[in-house]
């Protein structure tokens, strides 16, 4: 018997993808809900044993978002129906029970050949990590985690393992409430203009958001991928510890900080920020990617942060030096004293605000973007935004070498002494 499936182009996309753990994060009203419900359906047909199980926070939210649903596309192939223990048996045996979170008792020993968790971010990590993942192993089942983000919790940390791609049984999917076409366009307009910023982009464009606070607006940055015909280039470098990294996204921890080096070009109009390479890196990784950085762009000066990571990144960059025959100076940067807000609010906020911070345009302004609009928050990292606010103090180094012509003559006309 044949089922009349209906899905949206990026309900096709997700459907058809072979990954076994995937991970979709969509914005209200998308069609997240009818996804999970075709798949439960499919999913519950070509089992030849086990369960399905649909998992929302309460029973009670299982029962009012999907009852009815699986009710009306799955009617052609349902044996039968009890509503009383929210239970739909298939033509072929198969059982979709739907179940709340808030009773893992209810969900434990059972095989289960496919599962959907709805709005993961509104339940416990332990009812997947304890009960439910362990339910997939003797079948090698499927699993499909969606919802709409709260912050950055369980679900975002599940998101972004997803997204990083180290596992390949994991794939992570984002959309918005736009990309439901469906869904009339001007009526999500019309819901920006009476919510906050922060409201709207979590709810309707599904962004991973905690709380900020508003330290930096967006209408300051200003844009232009043309580079400005005078001025210098610093570097400055925000290191992060060297773990092992493939260990580390292994295990989730995604507390591990990123090593940033912020490229600027400034002049006397203020600063032109070319690029801010990121990542996380083991030492020798850092110190290569730091002195290509200097090959490519010159600066007048480069600065690093004082401390155990700079003595320990300082040799293995003196190697590549000599064995390069490029050498450059390694300036010392501080903290001056300041905690780390002050300094980067009075490196970086009135710039922004008076319009002398010129971003360049790159696939580092997303991850700039939400650093700078969440900043201060402890549950959202400040590395790029920290080695920006580091170009303030390394251009005022700088400054100290440009003598008047009077000041000093030419020793060395080789050297330039």
């Given amino acids: 018997?044949?089922?009349?499936?209906?899905?949206?182009?990026?309900?096709?996309?997700?459907?058809?993808?072979?990954?076994?753990?995937?991970?979709?994060?969509?914005?209200?009203?998308?069609?997240?809900?009818?996804?999970?419900?075709?798949?439960?359906?499919?999913?519950?047909?070509?089992?030849?044993?086990?369960?399905?199980?649909?998992?929302?926070?309460?029973?009670?939210?299982?029962?009012?978002?999907?009852?009815?649903?699986?009710?009306?596309?799955?009617?052609?192939?349902?044996?039968?129906?009890?509503?009383?223990?929210?239970?739909?048996?298939?033509?072929?045996?198969?059982?979709?029970?739907?179940?709340?979170?808030?009773?893992?008792?209810?969900?434990?020993?059972?095989?289960?050949?496919?599962?959907?968790?709805?709005?993961?971010?509104?339940?416990?990590?332990?009812?997947?990590?304890?009960?439910?993942?362990?339910?997939?192993a003797d079948q090698k089942g499927d699993a499909m985690f969606i919802g709409t983000p709260?912050?950055?919790?369980?679900?975002?940390?599940?998101?972004?393992?997803?997204?990083?791609?180290?596992?390949?049984?994991?794939?992570?999917?984002?959309?918005?409430?736009?990309?439901?076409?469906?869904?009339?366009?001007?009526?999500?307009?019309?819901?920006?203009?009476?919510?906050?910023?922060?409201?709207?982009?979590?709810?309707?464009?599904?962004?991973?958001?905690?709380?900020?606070?508003?330290?930096?607006?967006?209408?300051?940055?200003?844009?232009?991928?043309?580079?400005?015909?005078?001025?210098?280039?610093?570097?400055?470098?925000?290191?992060?510890?060297?773990?092992?990294?493939?260990?580390?996204?292994?295990?989730?921890n995604k507390k591990l900080d990123q090593t940033a080096i912020a490229v600027v070009k400034a002049n006397e109009d203020g600063w032109w920020v070319a690029d801010i390479i990121h990542g996380r890196w083991d030492i020798k990784k850092t110190a290569k990617k730091i002195f290509d950085a200097v090959a490519r762009y010159q600066p007048v000066a480069v600065g690093i942060e004082k401390g155990a990571l700079k003595n320990a990144v300082l040799p293995y960059l003196t190697d590549i030096m000599k064995s390069s025959q490029r050498f450059f100076r390694v300036e010392e940067l501080t903290h001056g004293n300041k905690k780390k807000t002050d300094r980067i609010v009075w490196g970086l906020q009135g710039r922004f605000e008076h319009g002398q911070i010129i971003l360049n345009e790159g696939e580092w302004n997303s991850q700039f973007m939400d650093e700078l609009f969440q900043f201060p928050n402890h549950l959202v990292h400040d590395d790029l935004i920290d080695a920006l606010a580091y170009i303030d103090q390394l251009a005022k180094v700088s400054y100290y070498y440009d003598y008047e012509e009077e000041d000093f003559e030419v020793l060395d006309p080789v050297a330039g002494y």
Avoid: C
């Avoid at 926070?57 to 223990?85: C, F, Y």
């Fill in 1 to 136: 018997m044949e089922l009349n499936v209906q899905l949206l182009p990026w309900q096709q996309e997700v459907f058809s993808d072979p990954t076994r753990f995937k991970i979709v994060a969509a914005g209200r009203r998308t069609g997240k809900s009818r996804l999970a419900a075709w798949m439960l359906v499919i999913y519950a047909l070509q089992a030849e044993r086990g369960h399905v199980f649909y998992v929302a926070p309460t029973q009670g939210q299982a029962r009012d978002i999907m009852w009815s649903t699986l009710l009306e596309i799955a009617h052609p192939v349902i044996k039968s129906s009890h509503i009383n223990n929210l239970q739909i048996t298939l033509i072929n045996g198969t059982t979709i029970s739907l179940k709340g979170a808030d009773r893992p008792e209810t969900m434990r020993g059972v095989s289960l050949k496919f599962l959907v968790m709805d709005e993961y971010a509104d339940m416990k990590p332990s009812v997947w990590e304890q009960i439910l993942r362990p339910a997939l």
């Fill in 150 to 252: 709260m912050g950055r919790n369980h679900f975002y940390d599940l998101y972004i393992y997803a997204d990083v791609g180290d596992d390949e049984s994991y794939k992570a999917w984002h959309f918005t409430s736009y990309d439901n076409p469906l869904l009339d366009p001007e009526e999500i307009d019309t819901a920006k203009k009476s919510m906050s910023s922060y409201a709207f982009r979590q709810e309707f464009m599904a962004s991973f958001e905690a709380m900020g606070s508003e330290i930096f607006k967006e209408d300051w940055l200003q844009f232009n991928d043309e580079e400005p015909e005078t001025g210098d280039y610093y570097i400055a470098v925000d290191l992060a510890g060297f773990a092992d990294v493939q260990a580390a996204t292994q295990s989730k």
